[in-house]
């Protein structure tokens, strides 16, 4: 017999500062899989003190937190992509990719971020800001074809979507990643690299061969997706 999975436990609010701020710091009065989704972020967060926008009421703006916690932290990251992917499509049908390490494209204009972080407990917050009925210019959102879709709607076919992916989800996630194969440019503090992304291993780290044929392996960065070079 399958093991059930723990229920979720989901709270909604009008407001909040970051739902991810706040799981973080309430992390050892919460069970495991608690789900936070505000409505508005005053003081939504991207990666490296970035922002996130949405006004209030038209996205999906939401974290997850987890006790239980694998080896490999960023498969967690990982399984709330892919469940965010997969529950998009089955509500729209849009084509929905990957991008290393952590947004979700469509027609390589950015969808969704997510941001993973730790609590003083060593537990882990996965927050999702997912554009249903409104974007900035130049990306995505789901409702762009038509569909109506609200961001409760999306939440629960996402933890469905969740429950549903299997133990092993390394080929599931190099299939939906769009990053492998193509042309990338890697930003870091230090410098940049631009080469071809040709494989993520089963840590997370993304693997690039260079034009001299080095290749090299972050833990950690900002990628751009180049066009194929010219007559490649
Ligand atoms: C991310 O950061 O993409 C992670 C975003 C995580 C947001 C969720 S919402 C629920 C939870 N609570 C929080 O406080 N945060 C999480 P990053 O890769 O750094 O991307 C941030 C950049 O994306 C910004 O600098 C903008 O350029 C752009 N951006 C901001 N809002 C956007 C939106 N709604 N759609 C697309 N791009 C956006």
């Avoid at 916690?69 to 990957?98: K, M």
């Avoid at 997370?204 to 180049?226: E, K, N, S, Y």
Wanted: negative net charge; charged residues 25%; hydrophobic residues 45%.
């Amino acid at each position: 017999m399958p093991v059930e999975p723990t229920p979720w436990t989901v709270e909604h609010v009008a407001e909040t500062t970051s739902t991810n701020a706040d799981l973080v710091a309430t992390a050892a009065s919460r069970p495991d899989r608690s789900v936070l989704r505000a409505d508005h972020q005053t003081a939504g967060r991207g990666r490296l003190d970035r922002r996130w926008d949405a006004p209030a009421g038209a996205n999906l703006l939401v974290s997850f937190l987890f006790h239980v916690v694998p080896d490999h932290p960023g498969e967690l990251t990982q399984r709330i992509a892919l469940a965010a992917a997969a529950a998009g499509h089955r509500l729209t049908g849009l084509d929905i990719r990957l991008k290393w390490p952590n947004d979700l494209l469509v027609e390589d204009r950015k969808l969704a971020g997510i941001l993973a972080e730790r609590s003083m407990t060593g537990d882990v917050v996965v927050g999702i800001g997912l554009n249903v009925g409104w974007c900035p210019d130049g990306a995505a959102r789901l409702t762009e074809g038509g569909a109506t879709i609200t961001p409760a709607q999306m939440l629960d076919e996402l933890l469905a979507a969740y429950d549903r992916l299997p133990a092993d989800i390394a080929p599931t996630y190099r299939d939906a990643l769009g990053t492998l194969g193509r042309r990338v440019r890697v930003e870091l503090p230090g410098g940049v690299v631009e080469g071809t992304a040709t494989d993520v291993e089963a840590d997370g780290r993304l693997v690039v061969l260079d034009a001299c044929a080095v290749t090299h392996r972050f833990a950690v960065g900002d990628i751009v997706h180049l066009r194929p070079a010219a007559g490649a």
